[in-house]
């Protein structure tokens, strides 16, 4: 195989949360399946035959990543589909026994904004704001819940600033009141063990490049018993919840990548970890009035996220990429909107301070070498945009 | 275009801005456009002789675009007649920068404004705004939400700092008490912010040094609009009173006072 790795010694890539490469063992398992094994799953003939017993080998494959029965996976065209499917098929299906549903103020964007779709169906929507680390309050959820409430959303970790919520406390509060619970797991997945059984989760996203599969694929989880509607109707494809031909290679993909974090999880999350506090402790020492974002300890092993007082982040970011290294801001300037991270915000910064932020994510190939020239390198850029700056 | 596609000669002003810093001495006014909340905040000071601008520095936090252009304009402006400087537009520098991203033509183009600034300043014989600059406490209008969650997040004193541990903390500038309490507050709390409608603190400089070395954060030119939540305190609405905007602030107590 050519497809190595080898393009990671060229750049220093620590925005794992934006992107994942597709492990070269995924891209092997999938290459059969454009040309030789082609077949369609709703096909009669052998090829077809051939197809359906890959495809329902995968679903094995993928339930067991989440400690789920097989007919409780679902495929689709990614987390954002996903979330769609969960939240809009949801409320549709359950509207009769309310219309009330409750996100919290840090949920990924694609949830933000489905559910102020939802609010034009006549939904209502609360949203639970966060304490200063991204911890959903379990309490402040408790008092938002009224006998209209149908649903409640929290993402399993935040993707941006990687603060874990307490899920399973949240799942079981939801469970006693006979509210459905969604949790987008994109962020966690691969880095924690998931278990929705153990959790009591009624609705879980997933998505195959966030364990190094390929683009184009997601999971919806749905506990036996939910009932949503669905949001693409066709020839009634994957129980008739999400029509549409099977994209087979990718759910050979999303397999093969679940088997591999099946494998090697453990290990690699410890020297995330390992990489990840390095990267913590050196920044805050060499850096003054540098700060880290989110939760000290409950966040996710390969995110570090920091601030620094009176520089702007777009600029960090164009100073590291003359450097060769690539990373995230949550700043206004480098986003479409011109406005700053709601996740930032809503942990109370001010806006100067959500427009000072670096984000640090570690991946599968990420080494130590990485680390130690962004620690050699962030520390100039920090000085000099600090001597630029009027405000510092 | 990416809002972060620059041109070559953007990035060549961003690697290596001209005339960074501060000029002080006679015949020289400051201008000043921008504030941290939108993210860029762009300061001149210019330095005149015969009308014309002798020298010329500037200081910038902000995007790739607010550096580049703040540094072109200080070429495109040394050694012209304040006439001619005034001249300039927004569009002369992006056009001397080989353009921007469209996105950024507003935001972070605000280098002619503010060398106008600079000049409008220098020509009305305007003096530097000075630290002492009267604040404007007076006309002080009510608090939404202030009664509804007194003691609920609200506080009119804070006899007991052990309350604020943990939370998010707004202390509201009610002249140099209300300073030292936000002082000893952060002591308890991560994170306490002072709210003040002035430009400048009115504190005596020990206090202001010690304010400097704490993780107090000041919102200058601000005044706070609205206490919101669910049962207990949860956001702030904060009038932003330079630029005119509203916006909202997570946080779990507010002390007025």
Redesign the interface.
């Given at each position: 195989m050519v497809l190595k790795e080898d393009i990671f010694r060229m750049t220093i890539y620590l925005d794992y949360q934006s992107s994942k490469p597709v492990d070269s063992r995924v891209v092997e398992a999938m290459l059969p399946y454009f040309h030789e094994k082609f077949g369609n799953p709703s096909a009669l003939h052998e090829i077809g035959d051939e197809a359906t017993e890959v495809l329902e080998k995968c679903r094995q494959e993928i339930a067991g990543f989440i400690n789920s029965e097989k007919d409780e996976i679902l495929f689709t065209s990614g987390a954002t589909e996903s979330n769609n499917l969960a939240l809009i098929g949801f409320a549709l299906r359950n509207k009769a026994k309310g219309k009330h549903i409750i996100i919290s103020?840090i949920e990924h964007i694609s949830i933000h904004n489905i559910t102020k779709l939802l609010q034009r169906m006549e939904f209502t929507v609360?949203k639970v704001?966060?304490?200063?680390y991204g911890r959903v309050s379990l309490k402040?959820i408790a008092?938002?819940i009224t006998d209209q409430t149908i649903l409640v959303s929290v993402g399993y970790a935040n993707n941006e600033v990687g603060t874990i919520q307490p899920i399973a406390e949240i799942s079981r509060l939801c469970r006693e009141k006979n509210i459905a619970f969604h949790t987008d797991a994109v962020a966690a997945e691969g880095l924690l063990p998931l278990d929705v059984k153990k959790d009591s989760i009624d609705l879980m996203t997933l998505s195959s490049n966030d364990i190094y599969g390929p683009k184009g694929l997601g999971v919806l989880y749905i506990r036996k018993g939910i009932k949503i509607n669905p949001q693409i109707i066709g020839g009634g494809q994957e129980r008739g919840l999400r029509s549409g031909t099977e994209n087979i290679p990718a759910i050979v993909g999303m397999a093969k990548a679940a088997e591999i974090i099946r494998q090697e999880r453990e290990e690699e999350v410890k020297r995330f970890k390992a990489y990840r506090d390095k990267l913590i402790k050196n920044v805050l020492e060499k850096i003054p009035r540098s700060y880290l974002n989110g939760h000290p300890e409950e966040r996710l092993p390969n995110n570090a996220h920091f601030r620094f007082d009176?520089?702007?982040?777009?600029?960090i970011?164009?100073s590291l990429k003359?450097k060769g290294i690539s990373v995230a801001t949550g700043?206004?300037?480098?986003?479409?909107t011109?406005e700053?991270s709601h996740t930032l915000?809503?942990?109370?910064l001010?806006?100067?301070?959500a427009?000072g932020s670096l984000e640090f994510t570690l991946g599968r190939f990420t080494t130590e070498k990485d680390i130690d020239a962004a620690l050699k390198a962030l520390p100039e850029v920090v000085d000099r945009l600090r001597?630029?700056?009027?405000?510092y | 275009m990416k809002?972060?596609t620059?041109s070559e000669k953007v990035?060549d002003h961003?690697?290596n801005?001209r005339n960074?810093g501060i000029l002080e001495g006679k015949h020289v006014a400051k201008g000043k456009v921008g504030n941290?909340?939108?993210?860029?905040?762009?300061?001149f000071t210019i330095k005149v002789k015969d009308n014309r601008i002798d020298d010329i520095k500037f200081?910038?936090?902000?995007?790739?675009s607010?550096?580049a252009t703040a540094s072109m304009i200080t070429e495109l402006a040394k050694g012209k007649t304040l006439e001619e400087a005034l001249k300039i537009t927004r569009k002369d520098v992006a056009d001397e920068l080989d353009g921007l991203p469209p996105?950024?033509m507003h935001?972070?183009n605000l280098a002619a404004d503010a060398l106008r600034d600079a000049i409008n300043n220098y020509q009305n014989k305007q003096k530097f705004k000075t630290e002492a600059e009267k604040d404007a406490k007076g006309d002080q209008k009510v608090i939404l939400g202030e009664k509804e969650f007194l003691n609920n997040g609200v506080y009119h004193e804070a006899k007991n700092l052990s309350r604020f541990k943990?939370k998010?903390t707004l202390v509201v500038d009610r002249g140099v008490k209300s300073l030292e309490l936000a002082l000893s507050i952060s002591q308890q709390s991560?994170?306490v912010?002072f709210l003040t409608p002035s430009k400048a603190l009115s504190a005596d400089e020990e206090l202001k040094t010690k304010i400097k070395q704490s993780d107090v954060?000041i919102?200058y030119e601000s005044r706070l609009l609205e206490i919101m939540g669910?049962?207990t305190v949860?956001?702030v609405k904060i009038h932003d009173l330079n630029e005119d905007d509203e916006?909202?602030?997570?946080?779990?107590a507010v002390v007025i006072l």
């Open positions: 103020e609360s704001p966060v304490d200063q402040k008092d938002r009176g520089i702007e982040g777009e600029s970011l164009l003359d700043s206004a300037c480098s986003s479409k011109l700053p915000i809503s942990l109370g001010l806006h100067e301070e427009h001597k630029l700056s009027p405000l | 809002s972060t620059y990035m961003f690697r801005p960074v941290p909340v939108c993210g860029d905040l762009m300061e200081k910038t936090f902000g995007c790739g607010a550096v996105i950024k935001c972070s943990e998010r991560p994170r912010v954060k919102l669910f049962n949860e956001k916006y909202e602030l997570f946080m779990d």
